[in-house]
């Protein structure tokens, strides 16, 4: 292919927010001019929690987006672009469940890009066992409840439709078949 069927000609920043650059992007699509919405996200990071009898510590939280609660993986966006991804889920694990483990022992598990059309956000998940209590550290504006549930009954939640975050059924499923847990 001597040249590619689409090229980015111009990106233009349109909004900055918090954790967001929306941008419109003006592409030469085939041929033909275009204008693309393009989000950039700095990335984040989220952590399947083992405990000692297996189970994994969910949390439940209000997701504005959603305008309801939902069920899933401890995660958080990085502090700042290039903190480094087992940084931000160490954190975020004691954070949000109040347990932590030594950063050593997180394992890398998947990458996942969280809304490939649109936007860049890139989440790595771990894998936390050897949890040990500690305190939950929440932002001002959070509340969270930490629940436990078995690899099984989050699948049947998975596939009832009941858990659609999709961060979070990439580290359910992922888990469940790496470490083949039933």
Not at 51 to 69: E, S
Request: proline share 3%; glycine share 4%; with cysteine.
């Amino acid at each position: 292919m001597d040249q590619l069927p689409v090229k980015r000609l111009d990106r233009t920043l349109k909004y900055q927010g918090s954790i967001l650059k929306i941008y419109e992007d003006t592409v030469d699509a085939n041929g033909h001019l275009a204008h693309w919405d393009f989000i950039h996200h700095n990335g984040a990071a989220a952590v399947v929690p083992v405990t000692k009898d297996g189970t994994i510590l969910m949390v439940r939280q209000y997701r504005n987006a959603l305008d309801r609660y939902t069920l899933e993986v401890p995660a958080g966006a990085l502090n700042f672009p290039e903190e480094p991804k087992i940084d931000c889920a160490h954190r975020e694990l004691e954070e949000e469940t109040g347990y932590k483990t030594e950063k050593e022992k997180l394992e890398f598990l998947i990458r996942v890009n969280t809304t490939v059309a649109f936007c860049d956000e890139v989440i790595d998940i771990f894998v936390a066992r050897d949890l040990e209590p500690s305190v939950q550290n929440l932002d001002e504006d959070e509340y969270i409840e930490v629940e436990e549930w078995t690899v099984k009954d989050l699948e049947e939640k998975i596939y009832q439709g009941e858990i659609t975050d999709g961060k979070t059924i990439a580290a359910i499923l992922a888990y469940a078949r790496k470490y083949d847990v039933k």
